[in-house]
């Protein structure tokens, strides 16, 4: 695929990966092709109208992201009108997104991919008018990323070191009310998950039958915690206990909580929620893949 002009939008502090390394191989990799290349960094502050109006007078035929699953949602939600092509370089905490696409490890190998032309038409859920490309859930998870994100630790160690805490001082477990399909049902749950995709960032596959390209999504409800459980998503088992999980696919859900429970959306703490109405855009996002 050709294109004239290639805008790469970096999240300076996500992750632990050096990100100049990232933008030199980018860059490198643009010029080759005898395209423009433009640089982003953001900051936090409105960086979305930012990049708009960098599109709107630009020719982007590319827009290329290096951070973790928050800054790719960023983009997408930037992005998901123009109908651009968008490349993931992984460097967050936890790419739970880039590992669900099979991207590889090696820098090389993810921007070439990035700038490749094999695409997957992603669906996009809306969760409250904020868009999910991956996982979001309500619940245990949820306070274990507000701990995270409060504390002065990075990277997968920091999830570790909060996760103790967190399941000493969690409130579950949660009581639901989930609308979809026309039935409502009443669900206990240690989380409840609405998944767009198979695995968490850790690699536990949680979702075995979600296709991020279907038109559904799955309402995961975790109904009890189970180390022995836990232990076979790790290992990519798909025969889950039904008193650890229970997975309703549909394409659209209310989902009521009993008390305020706390939230997140691809990685990012949300706050506490009482109520979440998930349905799926009509826009596709088209994402480099592996071929």
Same mark, same amino acid.
């Given at each position: =695929?050709?294109?004239?002009?290639?805008?790469?939008?970096?999240?300076?502090?996500?992750?632990?990966?050096?990100?100049?390394?990232?933008?030199?191989?980018?860059?490198?990799?643009?010029?080759?092709?005898?395209?423009? $290349?433009?640089?982003?960094?953001? /900051?936090?502050?409105?960086?979305?109208?930012?990049?708009?109006? $960098?599109?709107?007078?630009?020719?982007?035929?590319?827009?290329?992201?290096?951070?973790?699953?928050? /800054?790719?949602?960023?983009?997408?939600? !930037?992005?998901?009108?123009?109908?651009?092509?968008?490349?993931?370089?992984?460097?967050?905490?936890?790419?739970?997104?880039?590992?669900?696409?099979?991207?590889?490890?090696e820098l090389n190998q993810q921007v070439k991919i990035a700038m490749g032309d094999n695409f997957i038409n992603y669906d996009i859920l809306s969760?409250?008018? /904020?868009?999910?490309?991956? =996982?979001?859930?309500?619940?245990?998870?949820?306070?274990?990323?507000?701990?995270? *994100?409060?504390?002065?630790?990075?990277?997968?160690?920091?999830?570790?070191?909060?996760?103790?805490? /967190?399941?000493?001082?969690?409130?579950?477990?949660?009581? $639901? *009310?989930?609308?979809?399909?026309?039935?409502?049902?009443?669900?206990?749950?240690?989380?409840?998950?609405?998944?767009?995709?198979?695995?968490?960032? &850790?690699?536990?596959?949680?979702?075995?039958?979600?296709?991020?390209?279907?038109?559904? $999504?799955?309402?995961?409800?975790?109904?009890?915690?189970?180390?022995? *459980?836990?232990?076979? &998503?790790?290992?990519?088992? !798909?025969?889950?206990?039904?008193?650890?999980?229970?997975?309703?696919?549909?394409?659209?859900?209310?989902?009521?909580?009993?008390?305020?429970?706390?939230?997140?959306?691809?990685?990012?703490?949300?706050?506490?929620? &009482?109520?979440?109405?998930?349905?799926?855009?009509?826009?596709?996002?088209?994402?480099?893949?592996?071929?």
């Open positions: =695929m050709n294109f004239k002009e290639v805008l790469l939008i970096v999240n300076p502090i996500s992750g632990d990966i050096d990100k100049q390394r990232i933008i030199n191989k980018v860059k490198e990799e643009v010029q080759r092709r005898n395209a423009d $290349f433009h640089l982003y960094r953001t /900051t936090g502050e409105n960086d979305i109208e930012k990049i708009r109006k $960098f599109l709107d007078v630009h020719e982007i035929g590319r827009v290329l992201v290096a951070g973790g699953d928050g /800054t790719i949602n960023l983009v997408a939600e !930037t992005i998901r009108k123009y109908d651009l092509p968008m490349g993931i370089i992984p460097a967050g905490s936890a790419n739970g997104l880039a590992l669900n696409l099979e991207l590889p490890d969760l409250n008018d /904020t868009i999910c490309l991956h =996982m979001s859930d309500l619940g245990i998870n949820a306070e274990l990323i507000k701990n995270y *994100e409060n504390s002065n630790f990075r990277g997968k160690l920091g999830y570790l070191i909060q996760s103790i805490p /967190t399941l000493i001082k969690s409130g579950y477990p949660f009581e $639901f *009310e989930i609308q979809s399909k026309g039935e409502d049902r009443e669900a206990q749950a240690a989380l409840l998950g609405i998944a767009n995709a198979n695995k968490y960032g &850790t690699g536990a596959n949680v979702n075995p039958i979600g296709r991020p390209d279907d038109g559904l $999504f799955e309402i995961l409800i975790f109904k009890r915690i189970s180390l022995g *459980e836990v232990l076979k &998503t790790l290992r990519n088992e !798909t025969n889950l206990d039904p008193e650890f999980l229970e997975i309703i696919q549909t394409k659209s859900a209310k989902v009521i909580c009993k008390k305020p429970v706390s939230f997140q959306i691809d990685g990012e703490y949300i706050g506490e929620e &009482t109520e979440i109405k998930i349905s799926i855009l009509p826009e596709k996002l088209k994402i480099a893949v592996p071929a």
